[in-house]
């Protein structure tokens, strides 16, 4: 259901009415067997155009969902009524119509149906119309963006060398005596490493977050230079060379700055969408009877 996810707002919008499911207009909200037949039934109308069980179910396979769950369904339904209406202010507007090709590789690439693919298309093109000239991003909204994702300040790493060595204590001891010999950890690695990279045991900066429990309260006391190990993981013996201790993967704020600005762009111009939606779906009949 992921792709249900992505795509749905599930607050119910203004001028929606509720309406309580009859027997003249509702024959059935669940497809329920009877003598052999599925039963169908209204769940919806937006104006003139109805939605029937059988297509809610349609379109729930075609988001992905492999089981009926009622919870998911209303997400889907809302998302079916949405659709009806911007395709109505889409065709008011007289917006161009969707090339098929267009909407294969948008569908493709979100991996959804085709009628998705175009329903997304629609929202996108009004998005930019009615929203995105509204949008303004500011040095403050910048800053207070990057002040509150500590990723673009980096996290605290260790620049490491290591030797692997799998299923031979002996053979790990041997290394770790060369080692404090003093002899290159290159030189040690050909002779013992049962895995080095492009015959380098330099593995580069590793986030201490990332590290291996076993490994990590050695290895962030321990000091440049230092030969910490050997520790074991599972059926492999690792020994490591701590090179610098500092700071990576942060990110300046000028260098962030244009994935920041697009960033929050996106977003206030989906909360603007959404909001003119709500707005414009009010002027409509829409009764839901599930």
Same mark, same amino acid.
């Given at each position: 259901m992921s792709i249900v996810r992505r795509l749905i707002t599930t607050?119910? &919008?203004?001028?929606? @009415?509720? *309406? %309580?499911?009859?027997?003249?207009?509702?024959?059935?909200?669940?497809? /329920?067997?009877?003598?052999?037949?599925?039963?169908?039934?209204?769940?919806?109308?937006?104006?003139?155009?109805?939605?029937?069980?059988?297509?809610l179910v349609k379109k729930m396979q075609e988001l992905?969902?492999?089981?009926?769950? &009622?919870?998911?369904? @209303?997400? *889907? %339904?809302?998302?079916?009524?949405?659709?009806?209406?911007?395709?109505? /202010?889409?065709?008011?507007?007289?917006?161009?119509?969707?090339?098929?090709?267009?909407?294969?590789?948008?569908?493709?690439?979100?991996?959804v149906d085709i009628v998705s693919a175009q329903s997304l298309i629609k929202r996108n093109s009004l998005m930019e119309m009615m929203v995105k000239s509204r949008i303004v991003v500011t040095e403050s909204m910048i800053k207070d963006y990057y002040d509150s994702h500590k990723a673009y300040a980096g996290s605290e790493s260790l620049h490491l060398k290591q030797i692997l060595i799998k299923k031979d204590p002996e053979k790990a001891n041997k290394a770790l005596e060369d080692l404090r010999k003093a002899v290159p950890i290159e030189e040690v690695a050909k002779s013992y490493s049962d895995l080095t990279a492009r015959d380098n045991p330099d593995i580069g900066w590793i986030a201490v977050d990332d590290l291996a429990n076993e490994a990590r309260s050695s290895l962030t006391t321990g000091k440049p230079l230092d030969i910490v190990g050997p520790v074991t993981l599972g059926e492999n013996i690792l020994i490591y060379q701590i090179i610098e201790r500092?700071?990576?993967?942060?990110?300046?704020?000028?260098?962030?700055?244009?994935?920041?600005?697009?960033?929050?762009?996106?977003?206030?111009?989906?909360?603007?969408?959404?909001?003119?939606?709500?707005?414009?779906?009010g002027d409509h009949y829409i009764g839901i009877y599930m």
């Open positions: 607050v119910m &919008p203004r001028g929606v @009415r509720l *309406v %309580l499911p009859c027997a003249a207009v509702l024959i059935a909200l669940w497809c /329920i067997p009877a003598q052999g037949e599925m039963i169908d039934g209204i769940v919806a109308v937006v104006d003139d155009k109805v939605i029937m069980h059988s297509d992905g969902a492999q089981d009926y769950d &009622p919870s998911a369904a @209303r997400q *889907v %339904l809302q998302l079916m009524v949405e659709d009806v209406i911007v395709d109505k /202010i889409y065709r008011s507007m007289g917006m161009p119509r969707i090339e098929l090709s267009h909407a294969e590789e948008v569908a493709k690439g979100m991996k500092g700071v990576s993967g942060g990110k300046p704020l000028d260098e962030a700055r244009d994935e920041i600005v697009e960033t929050l762009q996106e977003k206030f111009r989906n909360e603007a969408f959404e909001h003119w939606l709500k707005m414009i779906m």
